[in-house]
């Protein structure tokens, strides 16, 4: 049974600052995904990748896909409180398997 | 544009009672889910189905039950409730082709028993 790890747990930080998050599976990714949650609502997508060592960019969000394909890190530039929420990694196979989370708290 | 739509938003219900927490598509998806979601434990799939008629367990199937008679709704069926069900409960449908799919989810049903 595929196991996803992602660390760490909680991370607060004051507006402005640069914070990295990151996720680790026991097992090769199939897909990778990378979703966020914000209070009281459901997951939203961020990202898809697929390819080993891909980077794709969105916004002040920048994905990264380990060469392995069994990491990535998440890593957002000048945080602001409209990122606040718990970002879930997940690995889209046949069906999801989805990490614990990291609760980001962004403070003005 | 609706998208997915869950009912209740939150219920209580006593031990032993039973319930069913009804989710809605308007995106014509094949496959719809059911989450839990639980402090520092993240998702975790119930069941889902792949299409009308056809449904299948996931990894915390039990105490729980499925039917898929059309296309845009899953309901889900707590047969007999238990205090260990207390959870965040998400009815998920997926879009997008294979291996680049995007699951859209509802806002979540926050279900405790007592």
């Known amino acids: 049974t595929q196991l996803l790890e992602q660390s760490p747990q909680f991370l607060s930080i004051q507006e402005g600052e640069n914070l990295t998050v990151y996720c680790n599976s026991s097992?090769?990714?199939?897909?990778l995904q990378w979703y966020r949650q914000e209070p009281g609502e459901g997951p939203v997508l961020l990202v898809t990748?697929?390819?080993?060592?891909e980077v794709k960019k969105l916004k002040r969000l920048t994905f990264q896909f380990g060469d392995a394909r069994k990491d990535s890190s998440l890593h957002i530039t000048a945080a602001q409180p409209g990122d606040t929420g718990l970002y879930l990694c997940?690995?889209?196979?046949?069906?999801?398997?989805f990490g614990p989370g990291t609760r980001l708290s962004v403070l003005p | 544009n609706a998208g997915v739509t869950q009912t209740p938003k939150f219920q209580v219900l006593k031990t032993g009672q039973s319930m069913t927490l009804q989710c809605a598509q308007d995106?014509?998806?094949?496959?719809m889910s059911w989450y839990r979601q639980d402090p520092g434990m993240g998702l975790r799939l119930i069941h889902y189905?792949?299409?009308?008629?056809?449904?299948d367990q996931g990894e915390v199937p039990n105490g729980y039950n499925v039917s898929r008679s059309t296309t845009e709704d899953f309901p889900l069926r707590l047969l007999s409730a238990a205090p260990s069900q207390t959870s965040v409960y998400f009815c998920?449908?997926?879009?997008?082709?294979?291996?680049?799919?995007?699951?859209?989810f509802g806002e979540g049903s926050r279900l405790t028993v007592l």
């Open positions: 997940a690995d889209y196979g046949q069906n999801f398997v």
């Open positions: 097992s090769v990714f199939s897909s």
């Open positions: 990748v697929v390819t080993g060592g």
């Open positions: 995106m014509n998806h094949e496959y």
């Open positions: 189905s792949v299409g009308a008629g056809i449904t």
């Open positions: 998920a449908s997926l879009g997008g082709g294979s291996g680049t799919g995007e699951l859209f």
